[in-house]
């Protein structure tokens, strides 16, 4: 079979689905081109109704296997340019199922110059080095026996003594290099080895920071537990402190084991007489070797791990809060709040159209309270404004309270003010994209403009932002960059994708992740909304500059058009069933116009079974479920919610008291809950529930509201513990009365330092019985 075929059977193997439906999936994104929403959502009859994580993992792994294969090529052919391959090496070669059996085997080989072992070759000692390994003869005896046998000047073998030494490099290289010593060894590290954090001497004149490292300056912990998932914050703490030069970090393996393994596979009943000078072979080999590459590779894996995990759990997250309930084409006014300088207050329509700005001062030093709360009242009056956002920053509860108690309708019920995340808001009002849209205004405005636009709708504001700095990440500038970004910007088009977007109203950052557009086009799509006025159905994109029929079949079924020319235009159901609906229409004598939402001629559509053949199943439900529900935003709509009135600082709490809160951030080891305060509290996964929670991700999700208590306060470190058990321990102790204290924002990087231990997943055979493979 070809490398690509035989790349199939691994994907297939790694993520335990039928090959058959592998194959599909490979064959739309790389012979078809087409996009992951795409092959998820339209062709679901090929791939068996999969959904965007299985087929990213199918692809993903397809890539590996190549990538490793094309290692393997590199290898074989650079030995063979040595002229150093051998039948024995290149069937080791062709053998290797890992990355890491391959690079061992390659080690030898690859250093820029040669080692004493390769000059020690070139000088024709490897026979007595056979004969050390080999003989119970003393080195005096040897000496005796072979004398100046083994000399070369030329080559610097000027004695006995210098060969002697030759020997070994070559005896030392031998011993390190052995790939099934150090595949033992590997499997024993993985085993037995620990991970040990000790302070640096130096540590304070390293990093400022040094103390936040505290609980790792005597941590150690068996690697085959840092490994789960569950421990990997652990090990990026540990990480960031040997980065910072505050931790010195190693991988701790008994060295009498790891020698014993040399001595039994080196040392037989027939070579005692060098006894002494092979165990300080050993020794140098394990040491100067294979502890130092078997080191960097455990580390190395416990990076990749600990990265996977942070980069899934900050996926999860970005995922429920792009989500997370809407409140729809309604006019809002966005409130950046501030002290000194002022409240901003932005208006946008219920389009999310900027309206106007002003900046209102209810706070000291002016303490224009009448005043702000008229203006207020008066831009509520006349942009017929449903809610007020105000941005959760320095001094966003007290501007909550401020409205909340002096403008007179929202005093009366009939606006409402919520305190909402402002995360990232600073980070768009000083991008490009921000700059690009409002040039005129003040960085302060378009971040106030930012806040009441995700308060309408949050998926389309926060596509905006760098996912990076919206705030649901731990850990997320020590992870792989790229991979990172390459996850973030997949979540960010499944959510983008799974919702859909009105293609009148859809700014260019969202329309960029559509199935297919990318951001040039997207730019395309609203120059030519702009010079064109809105589309009026579907067909009408491809006019759209460089809007290809491949383009439209990758995004059409994603982009709205509401109250359009063709009613299904308004749905999920892809133009490329139209025909089909308006030939069963046509032959019940109505119309498509008629078809949708109608539920007497939708249940007949139901019915027919021929139809359902022709369609497939899988897409057929779609089909009728969109008739049945056209505008299909999966999304909930925003409700209401209250923090405790009588708290606005972390003085203001008390041990042992409820309070409502929202869940901020998920990690590994357990959420961050706001209040309604500056600082969050930390939910840790032994205290979410009264039944055992192994993952707090399980249990909670960004955004979701929860009733906590608070069971302790540092104050000095601006730290709250939370419960949500009933009768849990609370630390009473805790209630008195702080001085000043200084107060920080968010979670505490030591809070990222606790975890729990997670049980292995379980395979099945999902491969048997493919014929006939094809790519």
Same mark, same amino acid.
């Given at each position: 079979?070809?490398?690509?075929?035989?790349?199939? #059977?691994?994907?297939?193997?790694?993520?335990?689905?039928?090959?058959?439906?592998?194959?599909?999936?490979?064959?739309?994104?790389?012979?078809?081109?087409?996009?992951?929403?795409?092959?998820?959502?339209?062709?679901?009859?090929?791939?068996?109704?999969?959904?965007?994580?299985?087929? &990213?993992? #199918?692809?993903?792994?397809?890539?590996?296997?190549?990538?490793?294969?094309?290692?393997?090529?590199?290898?074989?052919?650079?030995?063979?340019?040595?002229?150093?391959?051998?039948?024995?090496?290149?069937?080791?070669?062709?053998?290797?199922?890992?990355?890491?059996?391959?690079?061992?085997?390659?080690?030898?080989?690859?250093?820029?110059?040669?080692?004493?072992?390769?000059?020690?070759?070139?000088?024709?000692?490897?026979?007595?080095?056979?004969?050390?390994?080999?003989?119970?003869?003393?080195?005096?005896?040897?000496?005796?026996?072979?004398?100046?046998?083994?000399?070369?000047?030329?080559?610097?073998?000027?004695?006995?003594?210098?060969?002697?030494?030759?020997?070994?490099?070559?005896?030392?290289?031998?011993?390190?290099?052995?790939?099934?010593? /150090?595949?033992?060894?590997?499997?024993?590290?993985?085993?037995?080895?620990?991970?040990?954090?000790?302070?640096?001497?130096?540590?304070?004149?390293?990093?400022?920071?040094?103390?936040?490292?505290?609980?790792?300056?005597?941590?150690?912990?068996?690697?085959?537990?840092?490994?789960?998932?569950?421990?990997?914050?652990?090990?990026?703490?540990? &990480?960031?402190?040997?980065?910072?030069?505050?931790?010195?970090?190693?991988?701790?393996?008994?060295?009498?084991?790891?020698?014993?393994?040399?001595?039994?596979?080196?040392?037989?009943?027939?070579?005692?007489?060098?006894?002494? %000078?092979?165990?300080?072979?050993?020794? /140098?080999?394990?040491?100067?070797?294979?502890?130092?590459?078997?080191?960097?590779?455990?580390?190395?894996?416990?990076?990749?791990?600990?990265?996977?995990?942070?980069?899934?759990?900050?996926?999860?997250?970005?995922?429920?809060?792009?989500?997370?309930?809407?409140?729809?084409?309604?006019?809002?006014?966005?409130?950046?709040?501030?002290?000194?300088?002022?409240?901003?207050?932005?208006?946008?329509?219920?389009?999310?159209?900027?309206?106007?700005?002003?900046?209102?001062?209810?706070?000291? @030093?002016?303490?224009?309270?009448?005043?702000?709360?008229?203006?207020?009242?008066?831009?509520?009056?006349?942009?017929?404004?449903?809610?007020?956002?105000?941005?959760?920053?320095?001094?966003? &509860?007290?501007?909550?309270?401020?409205?909340?108690?002096?403008?007179?309708?929202?005093?009366?019920?009939?606006?409402?003010?919520?305190?909402?995340?402002?995360?990232?808001?600073?980070?768009?009002?000083?991008?490009?994209?921000?700059?690009?849209?409002?040039?005129?205004?003040?960085?302060?405005?378009?971040?106030?403009?930012?806040?009441?636009?995700?308060?309408?709708?949050?998926?389309?504001?926060?596509?905006?932002?760098?996912?990076?700095?919206?705030?649901?990440?731990?850990?997320?500038? %020590?992870?792989?960059?790229?991979?990172? /970004?390459?996850?973030?910007?997949?979540?960010?088009?499944?959510?983008?994708?799974?919702?859909?977007?009105?293609?009148?109203?859809?700014?260019?950052?969202?329309?960029?992740?559509?199935?297919?557009?990318?951001?040039?086009?997207?730019?395309?799509?609203?120059?030519?909304?702009?010079?064109?006025?809105?589309? /009026?159905?579907?067909?009408?994109?491809?006019?759209?500059?460089?809007?290809?029929?491949?383009?439209?079949?990758?995004?059409?079924?994603?982009?709205?058009?509401?109250?359009?020319?063709?009613?299904?235009?308004?749905?999920?159901?892809? @133009?490329?069933?139209?025909?089909?609906?308006?030939?069963?229409?046509?032959?019940?004598?109505?119309?498509?116009?008629?078809?949708?939402?109608?539920?007497?001629? #939708?249940?007949?559509?139901?019915?027919?079974?021929?139809?359902?053949?022709?369609?497939?199943?899988?897409?057929?439900?779609?089909?009728?479920?969109?008739?049945?529900?056209?505008?299909?935003?999966?999304?909930?709509?925003?409700?209401?919610?209250?923090?405790?009135?009588?708290?606005?600082?972390?003085?203001?709490?008390?041990?042992?008291?409820?309070?409502?809160?929202?869940?901020?951030?998920?990690?590994?080891?357990?959420?961050?809950?706001?209040?309604?305060?500056?600082?969050?509290?930390?939910?840790?996964?032994?205290?979410?529930?009264?039944?055992?929670?192994?993952?707090?991700?399980?249990?909670?999700?960004?955004?979701?509201?929860?009733?906590?208590?608070?069971?302790?306060?540092?104050?000095?470190?601006?730290? #709250?513990?939370?419960?949500?058990?009933?009768?849990?321990?609370?630390? &009473?102790?805790?209630?008195?009365?702080?001085?000043?204290?200084?107060?920080?924002?968010?979670?505490?990087?030591?809070?990222?330092?606790?975890?729990?231990?997670?049980?292995?997943?379980?395979?099945?055979?999902?491969?048997?019985?493919?014929?006939?493979?094809?790519?």
């Amino acid at each position: 079979m070809s490398l690509e075929q035989n790349a199939v #059977i691994f994907a297939a193997q790694e993520t335990q689905i039928n090959a058959r439906n592998v194959l599909a999936v490979l064959n739309l994104l790389i012979t078809e081109q087409s996009t992951v929403p795409f092959v998820a959502r339209y062709r679901k009859e090929a791939t068996g109704g999969m959904d965007e994580v299985q087929i &990213r993992n #199918i692809h993903e792994a397809y890539e590996n296997y190549l990538e490793r294969e094309k290692r393997r090529e590199y290898i074989l052919d650079a030995i063979k340019k040595m002229e150093q391959m051998t039948p024995e090496l290149e069937k080791k070669i062709k053998a290797a199922d890992t990355i890491n059996q391959l690079e061992d085997l390659y080690a030898p080989y690859k250093a820029k110059k040669k080692s004493k072992g390769m000059l020690a070759k070139e000088a024709g000692l490897e026979p007595l080095a056979n004969i050390i390994l080999g003989t119970p003869k003393t080195k005096e005896q040897l000496k005796a026996e072979f004398g100046d046998q083994f000399n070369k000047p030329d080559l610097k073998i000027k004695s006995f003594e210098d060969a002697y030494s030759g020997a070994f490099d070559i005896i030392i290289e031998t011993m390190a290099h052995d790939t099934e010593v /150090k595949d033992t060894l590997r499997a024993d590290f993985w085993k037995d080895a620990v991970l040990k954090s000790t302070k640096r001497d130096k540590a304070e004149e390293e990093d400022k920071e040094w103390m936040k490292y505290k609980d790792y300056f005597e941590f150690s912990q068996k690697i085959s537990e840092l490994k789960e998932p569950k421990a990997g914050h652990r090990f990026l703490a540990m &990480r960031r402190g040997m980065t910072s030069k505050t931790l010195k970090v190693d991988v701790v393996f008994p060295e009498e084991v790891a020698l014993g393994l040399l001595k039994k596979k080196f040392f037989g009943a027939g070579n005692l007489g060098c006894l002494l %000078d092979l165990e300080l072979a050993a020794k /140098k080999a394990y040491m100067n070797y294979i502890y130092p590459s078997l080191d960097l590779e455990v580390k190395s894996e416990l990076k990749r791990i600990s990265d996977e995990t942070a980069i899934n759990v900050f996926g999860v997250n970005l995922k429920n809060l792009l989500l997370q309930p809407y409140l729809g084409p309604k006019a809002v006014i966005g409130v950046d709040p501030g002290v000194r300088t002022g409240c901003k207050i932005a208006i946008v329509d219920n389009t999310g159209k900027f309206l106007a700005d002003c900046v209102i001062y209810p706070h000291e @030093p002016m303490k224009k309270v009448k005043e702000s709360a008229t203006i207020l009242d008066a831009i509520i009056e006349q942009f017929k404004v449903h809610h007020i956002a105000i941005g959760n920053g320095t001094y966003g &509860r007290e501007t909550l309270a401020f409205i909340q108690e002096n403008v007179k309708l929202v005093k009366e019920g009939k606006v409402n003010a919520t305190m909402i995340s402002e995360a990232g808001a600073s980070v768009y009002s000083a991008s490009e994209i921000a700059a690009e849209e409002f040039p005129d205004k003040d960085v302060t405005v378009r971040g106030a403009i930012s806040i009441a636009r995700r308060f309408q709708d949050p998926l389309a504001e926060l596509v905006k932002i760098d996912p990076k700095s919206i705030g649901v990440g731990q850990y997320q500038h %020590d992870v792989n960059q790229a991979r990172l /970004k390459k996850s973030l910007e997949g979540v960010v088009e499944s959510c983008v994708n799974f919702v859909g977007v009105d293609i009148n109203t859809a700014s260019a950052p969202l329309l960029a992740y559509v199935s297919g557009i990318g951001p040039g086009l997207a730019g395309n799509v609203v120059k030519y909304r702009d010079s064109h006025g809105a589309f /009026k159905n579907r067909k009408e994109i491809l006019k759209v500059t460089r809007f290809s029929p491949k383009v439209f079949e990758q995004a059409a079924g994603f982009l709205r058009i509401y109250n359009g020319e063709e009613p299904l235009d308004a749905t999920f159901i892809h @133009p490329e069933r139209y025909d089909l609906l308006a030939s069963w229409a046509k032959k019940n004598n109505v119309n498509t116009k008629e078809l949708v939402g109608d539920k007497e001629l #939708i249940a007949k559509l139901e019915r027919d079974s021929s139809l359902k053949a022709e369609l497939g199943e899988l897409t057929f439900n779609d089909i009728v479920k969109a008739l049945k529900a056209p505008s299909q935003d999966p999304r909930t709509e925003f409700k209401s919610f209250e923090y405790r009135k009588d708290v606005s600082k972390i003085t203001d709490l008390k041990i042992g008291e409820w309070y409502p809160g929202l869940v901020t951030n998920i990690t590994q080891f357990g959420a961050f809950v706001d209040i309604g305060i500056k600082e969050n509290g930390l939910l840790h996964v032994s205290q979410i529930s009264d039944n055992f929670v192994e993952d707090a991700m399980t249990a909670l999700k960004v955004g979701q509201e929860v009733k906590v208590q608070v069971m302790d306060i540092d104050y000095d470190r601006g730290r #709250i513990s939370l419960t949500a058990k009933q009768g849990a321990q609370v630390n &009473r102790s805790a209630q008195a009365t702080p001085g000043e204290r200084p107060q920080r924002s968010g979670p505490s990087k030591r809070d990222m330092e606790k975890a729990q231990a997670p049980a292995p997943a379980l395979k099945n055979n999902a491969f048997a019985g493919l014929k006939n493979l094809k790519l």
